[in-house]
């Protein structure tokens, strides 16, 4: 490994193109010493308001993460993570570990850090949590698989609210306005974590600030993401800023 960059970790991150909010969120996590490596999931803008269209999504993700992957195999990385949400969550637990297997086998030695497995962990980690308020980025269409994999997966999903993107990038074209009222809108009195889903919803800051007004973690995905990343490979240097679960060490 490198004497002069990335002393202590390098961290791929596969990004799909249509995506402008993880990489400046996943480099404002960036503890000294641990740098990040991009690659680029080419997939067309297509629509998400129609089944025909979020499939075709789904299938260009998959189709195209392995390249993103393998292009990052040679770098030294101790881990890679693959920031598309769609493709953990779409067809639930047993599908997603087949995933994982595969794009393991593309990664060469570096951990594969995904949203389905990095969620459960962090819930764990802040004291096994099991009943959660769910944001995620789409409409109703999208909603209904996102809620059903956590509830396959022992996690109650007290309430839901869909942020209503329409195409991959315009799921970033969200206002503070709309990240406020979708953690008021979840926040029932038995939930006890908020969780964000959709690597390109901007909320990682907003997260922090909105658990210092409802008292509870608000988990956003690059967040955690990347935390899961962290800690996976031994790093568990506390980051200012980014909520409870980082500043938790």
């Not at 799909?16 to 960036?30: G, L, V, Y």
């Not at 993570?81 to 953990?88: E, F, L, M, N, Q």
């Not at 909320?203 to 935390?227: C, D, H, R």
Request: negative net charge; hydrophobic residues 45%; aromatic residues 4%.
């Amino acid at each position: 490994m490198s004497n002069l960059l990335g002393k202590r970790l390098r961290i791929g991150i596969a990004i799909p193109s249509t995506n402008t909010s993880a990489q400046p969120e996943m480099d404002d996590m960036r503890p000294f010493d641990v740098t990040n490596h991009i690659a680029r999931i080419v997939i067309e803008d297509d629509s998400l308001a129609d089944e025909a269209g979020f499939n075709k999504v789904i299938q260009d993700i998959r189709r195209a993460t392995p390249d993103a992957i393998r292009s990052l195999r040679h770098c030294g990385l101790g881990a890679i993570i693959a920031a598309v949400s769609p493709d953990g969550y779409w067809e639930g637990q047993e599908a997603h570990e087949t995933l994982h297997r595969e794009l393991s086998a593309f990664g060469g030695d570096a951990k594969i850090i995904m949203s389905a497995d990095a969620i459960p962990a962090a819930l764990n980690a802040l004291g096994g949590l099991r009943r959660v308020g769910l944001i995620s980025p789409y409409l109703e269409l999208g909603d209904k698989p996102v809620s059903r994999f956590f509830t396959d997966s022992g996690i109650d999903v007290i309430a839901s609210h869909g942020l209503g993107g329409r195409t991959p990038s315009n799921i970033s074209d969200v206002t503070l306005a709309d990240l406020r009222d979708a953690v008021l809108a979840v926040n029932h009195r038995e939930v006890e974590a908020i969780v964000q889903v959709g690597t390109n919803v901007p909320m990682a800051a907003f997260a922090q600030m909105a658990e210092t007004w409802i008292g509870k973690p608000v988990l956003a995905n690059n967040a955690v993401l990347y935390w899961h990343a962290l800690r996976s490979c031994g790093i568990s240097d506390p980051i200012p800023g980014r909520g409870m679960l980082h500043e938790s060490g």
